[in-house]
């Protein structure tokens, strides 16, 4: 019944679009975060009915009975927080046109972004319950093409130039990533991950299977943003609307480029040395790079953009591992940076829109006059840092760990350079913006209002919670990691 | 016993301390009150304790940490002497620092370092009672600095010199309680081998710090120009001398066994001689009435080493018994030099002069104590000199006579200091100079009095104080009690006592008045230039100390520079020159981007179909 | 059928003619050059005995599309002769090392000779490739819906809003200027006063 998790949304979305509800339009927001909400709880309360009954009417129709694991209910966890927060940011940020306009020719404009929100995060959905390449291939589309509008949803040149750029680059991933399914197809006669899978076990040194890894996992590197393949994505998400943005850098990203490449590593391919290699080469350039890159930039989203990139090299990092251990710290890294770097973006879009400004050098003791937005950020800022008993810590701690465990000393000791870098940059911002004397022209600064507080005080709560019950969480969080390997 | 009496001692001063600092600076008289009616009723209950045995043990934190109190004779001797101290300069200080500043803090401190010391006197661990002990070094610090707005150097010497000495006694617990496997202080007994013995040195090192011997003694003189004078009476005559010579005699007795063949008996004797020696050529030549006191103050330490060095009972006897007589009369020396000090406005040598007719009671407190500090028959310190000058002859006949020599300097020096301060001309200004109030001069009556019954009748302290401390066991059915020296002896004391007579006499003469007595010997050509140079704290081991440490210091800077350079320039250059590289490489161009994409994935189909 | 001549031949005119669709200054050409691409692909699928595909490519991409396109292109307004010379200018530049890494990847590529091992190890493959497309996997079928919604949704938002912009790229001066990391954003663009 999983499927279901598509198939609602798609339904609400028809709903939401009948020409005679139009009308109604204010309460796409709503539907939206209730939909979040009972994806929220179905993964909290986990009711057997739900995701373990047998295929009714449903697979019957579908043909489709996914497998679910641990990970896919991290990630469906992840997903609804990071998009009930996009939600509210998006009816803080994006103004309705509803008013200046003839009633005739209204806009709407909030209420497209929320159906291209929802369909994001639809097409999530099912990239997390994909168990077959084309699926997979298809639902990541989903969620590209929604991504490429949702980022010039507000027009404007940077957005064009971000939104053009993630396009070109996606659409090599894409192809990339369809040659090698062609290529699989041809090898395995068949689409699903158990089938390539022993397909590839029969075959693995033919030359035809491993340039088809090759071309896939380059292609999900790509979507995941990581060094060198990164490009577009600073400019994409700097010039994307606040909801966008938190979207993006929270999720998107990382369910199409990380959660799709422990999915398709695990599934699939599965470890061996030259792809362990690979890719803690491949997330330790990302890590440091990004970091580095972070440290000189003053704009405040792009600074959160190349942040972005370089936690994303911690859980590629601790996928490289080949361990356990480095899995589950991937996977927990993965679900902290869901929510702490979608605070980072909340509190973006609120400085942002209250400043009308994201350079940092013109900002300057903003936390005077948005306490509590200060105070936030100063909470996911640690957490990315990976300050103890913050939940980032955790998930570095186990990163480097395992690391360690495996014998990548020179990873580990890197990772926790890294992690040095990321305080810099993390402070130089914290001082620029929120510290400091009160910047000219901030007098009559407000705070932002409770639409963006609420989803920033959710998600910094959520992040101490996670770090303060990190002993309870064991557990249930990161135990059942070990039915994956 | 209950709990609630063995921890009284400690537990009502410090309370006590606490409540005085709740005082307003305004109330300082009712302070002063409260402060002598609590050390009043410490000395009934130390009265009433002493002689009782108790012990206390309460578990404390973990690790088998325990809360230990003993009261056995020893500590309720060293406790009843401290309360009677307490109270009798409480009382003095009543009418000596009523026009101070900072009363409530002065009788803080004061209260507090009373109960800091029971603690230390009473612990039967040694944890806690280094906790007590360490924490004597906060109201010394504080005892000086509320004396003078200059104080806080002193405050600072006294407060480093005490506490690289408590570090070395600091590492002598550690060591000791390695070695006994036990904290408690009543179950340790190690032989003297060669670790114990370095253990020995550590703690023994803190033990005559606190009492003031050399080379730990440098601070007291400056303290006693800064600090307040019922301060110098209180701690460094009369408290620190009982609390260090009462840890020494712990280690030499109980904890360790000093016998006269370990090398550590020599070495603590030697120690006491120089102490005596160099201190009391330091007296001679001072021109000041506390500064020359507090000189004496280390000097008389000296004897105490001494006695307890020798490592025979007759020896041990005297050393103790000279630390309590020697407390009565250098506090009634000091509460002397408080009362000139409060009536005649000065206590510059050269300023006083012929005291004795407008201050007689203080005159003759002053002549009692000043004899039994020379050790003239029959005042007390004649009879614990004379108990380790016995002592001193059983080991070698040197040390016998460096205590002599000793003896004939303290003589000279106090002759001198009398004759200066007291007799002579009357000094100019001081017409009006009138006898000191009651509340000053009862204390000095008492303590001159208690001068002369220990004397007198030695027996009762001996008999009752001091011999069980000893234990039957090592007096082997001795008694040092009573008046049976060797004849040769005590007319070698007294041949001393006239020949510094003697000695001043013709010295007064060829100066012409009292304060240059000395004078013969302070330019005498060998010594002259030293005296110069210890003058000038050449040889104060404090500031040979501060030397090296300053250069130390500036080795570090230089390091730390460096480091600092590495961290602050080399690593922030280097990251931002990646940095800055990085920020170049991102022009925005699609195609460079697209290219590092295509050569990424060159490299990495390369990789995986090379590589497997 | 083997792998012969005219396959080599037909991949040849296939990447020439994407290379000019790309590279063509003319969008009308352009678009032209899209549809003789994709007309050269059905033919090759039509070659490689996949009539469904071929007709499909031919009648969509190399058909429908075109058409669409040069409809649209029709409304545009071409560039002026000096903004046409800038902008030939700058493509000479940008494209220059095109042709060096064409042949640099050919060389290459035949100095490694890479051994693809064809014909294929799948030697159980019993199901046919429509089979494992379509018919078992109608799941993809609702992600088909939902492209087509992103879709939708794309055409609204970008061509019928704003009034002020009509879903058009502001000429702003600094047309040429690009989104780089020394960019500092002085206002938030897109936002209504």
Known sequence: MPVLLIIVPLLALLVLNLPWMRLMNRLALWVGLILCLIQFFLVLHSPSFFWEAPPLWLGRLFLFAPSLDYLSLVMFLAIAIVGASALLVCRYSIHDLLEPVKPGACSHKRFLVINLLILALTGMNGVVLANDLFSLYVFLE???VASYILIVAEKGRDAFEGAFKYLVMSAVATALILAA???????AGDLSYANIKLAMSASSDSHIVLAAVAMLVVGLFIKGGLIPFHGWLPDAYSAAPAAVSVLLAGIVTKTTGVYTLIRIVLSVIGFSDTLENLLLLIGAASMLVGALAALGQSDFKRMLAYSSISQVGYMVLGLGAGTILGLAGSIFHLFNHAIFKSLLFVNAAAVEQQTGTRDMNRMGGIAEKMPVTGCTSIIAFLSTAGIPPLAGFWSKLIIIVALWQSGHIAYAVLAILASLLTLAYFLSMQRRVFFGKLAAGFENLKEANVWILIPACVLAAITIGVGIGIPWLFETFLLPIRSLL | MSINFIFEPIALPLAAGIIALLFRREQGKACAWFCTAVTAAHLAIATYLFGKEASLTLPWGAFGFEFSLKLYHFSGFIMLAAAGFGFLISLYSTAFMNDRRFLNQYYAYFLLTLGMVNGAVLADNLIVMLFFWESLLLTLFGMIIIGQPQAFKTAVKAFIISGVADLCMMVGIGMTIYMAGTMTMSQIHLPLDTWSSVAFVFLMIGAIAKAGAMPFHSWIPDAAVDAPLPFMALVPAALEKLLGIYFLARISLDLFVLNPRSWLSPLLMVIGCITILLAVMMALIQRDYKRLLSFHAISQVGYMILGIGTAVPVGIVGGLFHMINHAMYKSCLFLSGGAVEKQAGTTDLAKLGGLRAQMPVTFICFVVAAASISGVPPFNGFISKELIYDGALERHWLYYAAALLGSFLTAASFLKLGHAAYLGKPAANHSKVQEAPAAMLIPMIIIAVLCLVFGLWNALPLNNLIQP????????GHTFAGWHFSVTLVLLTVLVLIGAFLNHIWGAKRAG????????IHYAPVLHPLYDKAERRLFDPYEIGLKIVRVIARIAWGVDRGIDYLY??????VTYAFTSGIRKAHTGSLLAYLSWSLAGL???????MGGI | MTFGIVYIALLMLLLLAGIWT??????????????????????LLFLMAAPLAGVFELSVCAGLITVVFISAISLTKPLTGTEARARDHSRVKRFILLPVIIVAVAWGLYVMHPHLDLPLPAADVERDVRQVFWNIRRIDLVGQILVILAGVFGVVILFKDHPDTKGEIPRTPDAGRRTTDKDRPDTKEGTPA
Request: proline fraction near 0%; glycine fraction near 6%.
């Open chain 2, 469 to 476: 401390i000893l234990g039957e066991a090592r007096l082997e």
């Open chain 2, 602 to 608: 060159i490299v990495i189909i390369a990789l995986i």
């Open chain 1, 142 to 144: 989903i969620t590209a």
């Open chain 2, 568 to 573: 602050d320039t080399v690593a922030v250059k």
């Open chain 2, 513 to 520: 008045n009292g304060l240059g007595a000395a004078d013969h």
């Open chain 3, 22 to 43: 790309v590279m063509t200054l003319n969008l009308l050409k352009s678009a032209i050059g899209l549809a003789i691409t994709s007309a050269i692909l059905s033919l």
């Open chain 1, 181 to 187: 399914i062609a290529l699989l197809m041809l090898t």
